[in-house]
Each structure stands twice: as structure tokens, then as C-alpha cells.
T-cell receptor
Framework: KNEVEQSPQNLTAQEGEFITINCSYS?????LHWLQQHPGGGIVSLFM???GKKKHGRLIATINIQEKHSSLHITASHPRDSAVYIC????????FGQGTTLQVKP | DGGITQSPKYLFRKEGQNVTLSCEQN?????MYWYRQDPGQGLRLIYY???????QKGDIAEGYSVSREKKESFPLTVTSAQKNPTAFYLC???????????????FGEGSRLTVL
């Protein structure tokens, strides 16, 4: 079993829908990243959080340390949100999830 | 603009050949990393460097080599000893000198290597 599990692996949504991507981990962590990999392959950091909730525009990330779980929410989704979303945890090293491929259709 | 530049974006190699992937950053970051990405798998760490003239093996270093002669540059050589080199390679950097522990990571656009 992977130390970092993301769900779903693939997600298709209609424009405007509210989207949730989940990340569960089985190790103690100091922080968790949400990353976005666009179709060209480059990766950008969306959030780094160790507790609570962070919001940036239409993106919201939450983490529950006790439950070892984090969620990434996208409100009012748009086709330009189509990308792979990756969860990564700091455990003394970085462990990456397999990614969630999101496609938002117009 | 500051950032990380990887080249080439696409590279084809014959079996038995060594190839070098370039990674340059102008962010003045101390720490640099090389990751490998395969379909359906999370990124895996190949090598990392905390400071000039020093680097450490990651989880899958076999068949790869690196150098860190300048702060801005961290090239990765994929040698003929790497059994399955076809993959997407990502370079990253972090301002934090304690790599892998904390700090935001900045990534390049990646290099896709295909062995023919």
C-alpha cells in the first residue's frame, strides 16, 4: 500500500461544478503540498499547509492531521483547471501521490 | 523572470548512450533536485544537492549521475547503466537548505527522454 493515496485517480466534470480531490497518508508529516501539473508537464505549487485551511482564488485546501487526510476543492470549475493534481507529504523526505487527472468539459 | 529552465524538452537516445539533461535556475536557491515521473506513479527522487559541490543520492540513483559545480546548475546524466531510462524528468529547487523537509518547491517544465 502506498504511503500517499489520492482519490479519485481520474475525474471528469462539467464547467461550473464543485470539485473535490482527496489525499490520505499513513505516515507522520510536517507539511503537505498540493501541486498542479499542466498538460505540458511543468509543475506549480498550489499550497503548502500543515494545519487548517488555505484559500487562493477558487482553490481551497484543507488538512486534518488527526485523520491524516487532506482535500483540494475547486469551486466554479473551468476547462483551464484541467490538469493533474498531485499531493505530496513531508516526512523527512517528500513522498508524492500518484496524482489525480482532472478534465473539466465546457 | 526568475525560474527553472530544463533542456532539452524532448530527447531520444539509442540504447547504450549516455545523455545529459540540463537544469538551470536563477532563483538563487541553495537546494536542487531531480525527480523521475512514470505513468501511474508518484514522482521519485533521483538525486538532490543542498549546496555547491555536494549532492546526495535519492531513492532511485542507480544508473544516474549529477554534478553541482555552480549554484545555478544541476545537470543529470542518464547513463547506459540505467535499465529503463524512458521517463519524464523534472528538476526542482528550493530556497531551504534543509531539502526535503520544508519549503516550497519550484519545478522546471520537464524533459521527456525516450530510448529507442
Amino acid at each position: 500500500k502506498n504511503e500517499v493515496e489520492q482519490s479519485p485517480q481520474n475525474l471528469t466534470a462539467q464547467e461550473g461544478e464543485f470539485i473535490t480531490i482527496n489525499c490520505s497518508y499513513s505516515v507522520g508529516i510536517s507539511a503537505l503540498h498540493w501541486l498542479q501539473q499542466h498538460p505540458g508537464g511543468g509543475i506549480v505549487s498550489l499550497f503548502m499547509l500543515s494545519s487548517g485551511k488555505k484559500k487562493h482564488g477558487r482553490l481551497i485546501a484543507t488538512i486534518n492531521i488527526q485523520e491524516k487526510h487532506s482535500s483540494l476543492h475547486i469551486t466554479a470549475s473551468h476547462p483551464r483547471d484541467s490538469a493533474v493534481y498531485i499531493c505530496a507529504v513531508h516526512t523527512g523526505k517528500l513522498i508524492f501521490g500518484q496524482g489525480t487527472t482532472l478534465q473539466v468539459k465546457p | 523572470d526568475g525560474g527553472i529552465t530544463q533542456s532539452p524538452k524532448y530527447l531520444f537516445r539509442k540504447e547504450g548512450q549516455n545523455v545529459t539533461l540540463s537544469c538551470e535556475q536563477n532563483l538563487n536557491h541553495d537546494a536542487m533536485y531531480w525527480y523521475r515521473q512514470d505513468p501511474g506513479q508518484g514522482l521519485r527522487l533521483i538525486y538532490y544537492s543542498q549546496i555547491v559541490n555536494d549532492f546526495q543520492k535519492g531513492d532511485i540513483a542507480e544508473g544516474y549521475s549529477v554534478s553541482r559545480e555552480k549554484k545555478e546548475s544541476f545537470p543529470l546524466t542518464v547513463t547506459s547503466a540505467q535499465k529503463n531510462p524512458t521517463a519524464f524528468y523534472l528538476c526542482a529547487s528550493s530556497i531551504d537548505r534543509r531539502p526535503l523537509l520544508t519549503g516550497e518547491l519550484f519545478f522546471g517544465e520537464g524533459s521527456r527522454l525516450t530510448v529507442l
